[in-house]
C-alpha cells in the first residue's frame, strides 16, 4: 500500500509530496517537529506533544498553521490513511515559503505544515534482554536545545559515530563533563541507592515527552526521582542506566564507552520501569478507527 503523506492542506502520495523550495525549513532549517508513538491506534500523549509544539514555535516567533483541534484531526486522519496500529506520526512546521533572507520574511508569510505516518516494528526482544551500549561525545549543539528544532545536524554527526563504533547510541557531555542528553533520547542513571537520575529540564536538553510520563510514572510508584546533572564518570559507576525516547521507550543501557555497567545485563530496576511504560499505554483506548 502506497504511503500517505498531508501537505499544506493536501493528502498526497508519500512519493509525489513535496514541498517548495525557498521553504525556509530547507533554506536555513527555521521550523519545528514533533514525533508522536501511535500504538493500538493511540496518539500516545498527544496532548503533551501539543504543548511542546505550541511552545516550540513560540519560542521561534513561527505561527501556528490551524488550531490544536483541527491538527490533530490531520494527525489521525494521516494515521488513519497509512492503515497501521502501531508506528510513529511526524510533524514538521517551518516559518514557510519566502525569498532567501535571513531576516524573518512579512507577517502575511503562511507557516508550512508536512505530516507524514510510518509502521515501525517493535524493538526485537533480544535488544531489550541484552541492552544497548551508547559511546560519549562532546556536546557541540547551540544552546536552546528546549526547542525541538528540525536542526540536528549535530545530532546526527553523533549518531552517525555511535553507528560507526557499533552503539545504539551517543550521549553528549557539555564543557564540565555532565552528560547532557543523548543524539535522539534522553539519558538516566540509577544509583546505589535506586534512585532515578536525570538531567532537570533547562535549555541544554529537550523535554522528551517519554521522559515527562515516565517521571510521573515512577513518582506513582513512590519511587524516589532527582533531576540533577550527572557526570560521565558518575554515569559509568551507576547502577544502572537507560535512555527513555518516543521510539525505544525505555531501553537499559549496559555498556558506556568502554565501560561496562554491573554484570553487563539489564538492570531489574530498568525493566521494571520498561513494563510500567508499556503498560501505560497499553491502558489507552482506541483513538481513531
Same mark, same amino acid.
Given at each position: 500500500?502506497?504511503?500517505?503523506? /498531508?501537505?499544506? +492542506?493536501?493528502y498526497?502520495?508519500?512519493?509525489?509530496? @513535496?514541498?517548495?523550495i525557498e521553504?525556509?525549513g /530547507?533554506? =536555513?532549517?527555521?521550523?519545528?517537529?514533533e514525533?508522536i508513538?501511535?500504538?493500538d +491506534?493511540?496518539?500516545i500523549?498527544g496532548?503533551?506533544?501539543?504543548e511542546?509544539?505550541?511552545?516550540s514555535?513560540?519560542?521561534?516567533q513561527?505561527?501556528?498553521p490551524m488550531?490544536v483541534?483541527?491538527?490533530?484531526?490531520v494527525?489521525r486522519? !494521516?494515521?488513519?490513511? &497509512?492503515? #497501521?496500529?502501531?508506528?510513529?506520526? /511526524?510533524?514538521?512546521?517551518s516559518?514557510?515559503?519566502?525569498?532567501?533572507d535571513?531576516?524573518?520574511? %512579512?507577517?502575511d508569510t503562511r507557516?508550512?505544515?508536512v505530516?507524514?505516518?510510518r509502521?515501525t516494528?517493535?524493538?526485537?526482544?533480544?535488544?531489550?534482554?541484552?541492552?544497548v551500549?551508547?559511546?560519549s561525545?562532546?556536546?557541540?549543539?547551540?544552546?536552546r536545545?528546549?526547542?525541538? %528544532?528540525?536542526?540536528?545536524l549535530p545530532?546526527? *554527526?553523533?549518531?552517525?559515530?555511535?553507528?560507526?563504533? +557499533?552503539?545504539?547510541?551517543?550521549?553528549?557531555?557539555?564543557?564540565?563533563g #555532565?552528560v547532557?542528553?543523548g543524539a535522539? !533520547? &534522553?539519558?538516566?542513571?540509577?544509583?546505589?541507592?535506586?534512585?532515578?537520575? !536525570?538531567?532537570?529540564v533547562e &535549555?541544554?536538553?529537550?523535554?522528551g515527552?517519554?521522559?515527562?510520563r515516565l517521571l510521573?510514572?515512577?513518582k506513582q510508584?513512590?519511587?524516589?526521582?532527582?533531576?540533577?546533572? =550527572?557526570?560521565?564518570? $558518575?554515569?559509568?559507576s551507576?547502577?544502572?542506566a537507560?535512555l527513555?525516547s518516543t521510539?525505544? #521507550?525505555? *531501553?537499559?543501557?549496559v555498556?558506556i564507552?568502554? !565501560?561496562v555497567?554491573g554484570?553487563?545485563?539489564p +538492570? @531489574?530496576?530498568t *525493566?521494571s520501569?520498561?513494563q510500567l /511504560?508499556m503498560? =501505560?499505554?497499553a491502558?489507552? $483506548?482506541?483513538d #481513531?478507527?
Open positions: 500500500m502506497s504511503r500517505i503523506a /498531508y501537505v499544506n +492542506g493536501r498526497l502520495p508519500h512519493g509525489a509530496a @513535496s514541498v517548495h521553504d525556509r /530547507y533554506q =536555513f532549517a527555521d521550523g519545528v517537529y514525533v508513538a501511535v500504538r +491506534g493511540v496518539l500523549d496532548d503533551w506533544h501539543m511542546r509544539l505550541q511552545r514555535l513560540s519560542e521561534l513561527i505561527g501556528m488550531s483541534t483541527a491538527l490533530n484531526v494527525l486522519e !494521516t494515521a488513519r490513511r &497509512n492503515r #497501521f496500529r502501531e508506528g510513529i506520526v /511526524y510533524l514538521q512546521i516559518r514557510g515559503v519566502a525569498r532567501r535571513h531576516p524573518f520574511p %512579512s507577517a507557516p508550512a505544515l505530516v507524514t505516518a509502521r516494528p517493535p524493538l526485537a526482544a533480544k535488544i531489550i534482554d541484552a541492552g551500549s551508547v559511546i561525545q562532546p556536546d557541540i549543539r547551540w544552546d536545545c528546549d526547542i525541538k %528544532s528540525i536542526s540536528l545530532n546526527v *554527526l553523533v549518531k552517525q559515530a555511535a553507528r560507526v563504533q +557499533g552503539a545504539f547510541e551517543a550521549w553528549q557531555v557539555d564543557g564540565d #555532565f547532557t542528553e535522539s !533520547t &534522553n539519558a538516566w542513571i540509577i544509583n546505589g541507592d535506586g534512585h532515578l537520575i !536525570t538531567r532537570p &535549555n541544554a536538553i529537550l523535554n515527552i517519554t521522559r515527562r510521573a510514572l515512577a510508584q513512590g519511587i524516589t526521582v532527582v533531576e540533577r546533572p =550527572f557526570s560521565l564518570a $558518575e554515569a559509568k551507576a547502577r544502572e537507560f527513555t521510539t525505544a #521507550f525505555v *531501553l537499559p543501557v555498556r564507552d568502554e !565501560t555497567l554484570n553487563g545485563r +538492570g @531489574s530496576r *525493566l520501569l520498561r /511504560y503498560e =501505560f499505554m491502558e489507552k $483506548e482506541t #481513531f478507527d
